[in-house]
């Protein structure tokens, strides 16, 4: 463990004691405060950026996890934001439509998917947190160290920007920064996949390797759209189109590392590679001007082997990322959350974070995430035929797929929409 040491010239401005810090305000964070603080405990989350406004983030929001927020009370507020909800999704193989989840097979009530900006669902969770009076969010702080004394982690360490003019936000140039210290009972890494805090706990993951990459991009859609298609898939490329109502939150899939080639090509080149696996986007791919429209993921997949030390624990992204296969990095993340808040709840209250209980929380939560990053892994190898110009299948195959697609869709349906091991919230409310 590298815990951050101070020294004569360190100065911390602000000392405060909590139940649980989180470092990091995506799903896995806000879930986890959220649910910790409806417990009557006292808990921080710090997000580094002035607000969670950010391009090309997980929009799924689960069948699962629009259940769980039933369970908390939330979900018809939540419904009642700007969103789609998606019954079916679709795919085209080799020019062969077919639909390949259905989510209507699902338990009522929650047979549906929920695309929404990320922004929005954990503004939405920032907003109903705020009315529990010991929860607090802390934006533009950003978690740095741990503090740990004895061997066992007391806390973390952080830098806090504020802007010395509203107006330029957290420009660098006119914004001061502040040290500040926050020791709890138990601090919890949700700070992603280049997580600071896991660094600091000498936590090293195990990468897997991924051999393709994403090219991501918005584009209109077309006058005369097609049936809600998750994706395209032939020997010319595979290209998403994830339905945001008027557009597409689109992307291309690419061999690992070949972005640079792909920009030393220009941008017709990439143009007419996404018409030539997704002809239905030919109207509108001329929208595609600049390569700043275009983002790369970076596609990873690792996982501890260790989520925690003593009065330490990641979750999310921090602890395995995961494929945007499937879609369910975001629902992973929210598992865990509540996985965490239920075991952990009870003994936190009590001033306590018991490393035998967090243990316990990473055995139950790992072995869904090993199954599910082993098919990613799969599904890698065979998306990557995209790439080379050749058939992810012989042409009988897909055709038998297709006409077993009617068993197919209830399945899918519920290994993505609901997970291998759903959770439920146990944690009792109580008053602060």
């Not at 143009?271 to 696996?277: F, G, K, L, T």
Request: charged content about 25%.
């Amino acid at each position: 463990m590298k815990p951050t040491t101070r020294t004569d010239s360190d100065h911390v401005d602000h000392t405060s004691d909590r139940d649980c810090v989180i470092a990091g305000g995506g799903p896995a964070g806000m879930v986890l405060g959220y649910l910790l603080a409806r417990a009557g405990l006292r808990v921080t989350v710090l997000e580094k950026h002035a607000d969670f406004f950010r391009d090309f983030r997980g929009d799924t929001i689960h069948p699962s996890t629009i259940t769980l927020l039933g369970e908390l009370g939330l979900r018809e507020r939540f419904l009642r934001l700007p969103l789609n909800r998606l019954e079916t999704m679709d795919a085209v193989i080799d020019g062969l439509r077919m639909t390949m989840v259905d989510f209507r097979t699902l338990p009522a009530p929650d047979r549906f998917l929920v695309l929404a900006p990320q922004w929005d669902f954990l503004n939405f969770l920032a907003e109903e947190a705020a009315v529990l009076p010991n929860f607090e969010l802390r934006l533009c702080t950003e978690a740095t160290g741990l503090v740990v004394e004895q061997g066992r982690v007391r806390g973390l360490r952080a830098t806090t920007t504020t802007a010395d003019d509203p107006a330029t936000d957290t420009d660098p140039a006119t914004s001061t920064s502040t040290d500040i210290e926050i020791r709890a009972t138990l601090t919890v890494a949700a700070d992603g996949r280049t997580s600071a805090l896991r660094d600091a706990a000498g936590l090293i993951p195990d990468e897997s390797g991924v051999p393709i990459d994403v090219l991501w991009f918005s584009l209109p859609k077309p006058a005369d759209p097609p049936p809600p298609t998750l994706a395209y898939l032939s020997p010319r490329g595979m290209v998403l189109t994830i339905d945001r109502g008027d557009r597409y939150q689109s992307g291309m899939v690419i061999r690992k590392g070949g972005a640079e080639q792909l920009r030393a090509e220009g941008l017709p080149s990439l143009r007419q590679r996404i018409v030539d696996a997704a002809p239905v986007l030919r109207p509108v791919v001329d929208t595609l001007t600049g390569w700043d429209q275009v983002k790369l993921l970076s596609v990873q997949l690792n996982r501890l082997d260790r989520w925690y030390r003593p009065g330490f624990m990641a979750i999310g992204d921090a602890a395995h990322a995961m494929s945007p296969m499937f879609g369910v990095g975001v629902n992973y993340a929210i598992q865990d959350a509540v996985a965490l808040s239920n075991a952990i709840a009870g003994h936190l209250a009590a001033g306590d974070a018991p490393s035998g209980v967090l243990a316990a929380v990473q055995r139950r939560r790992e072995l869904p995430v090993r199954i599910m990053q082993r098919i990613q892994r799969a599904g890698h190898r065979v998306i990557s035929r995209t790439t080379t110009g050749a058939h992810i299948a012989p042409r009988w195959v897909i055709r038998l797929i297709r006409l077993a697609s009617p068993v197919i869709r209830p399945l899918a349906a519920r290994f993505i929409g609901i997970g291998l091991r759903p959770e439920h919230v146990t944690t009792p409310q109580r008053e602060a």
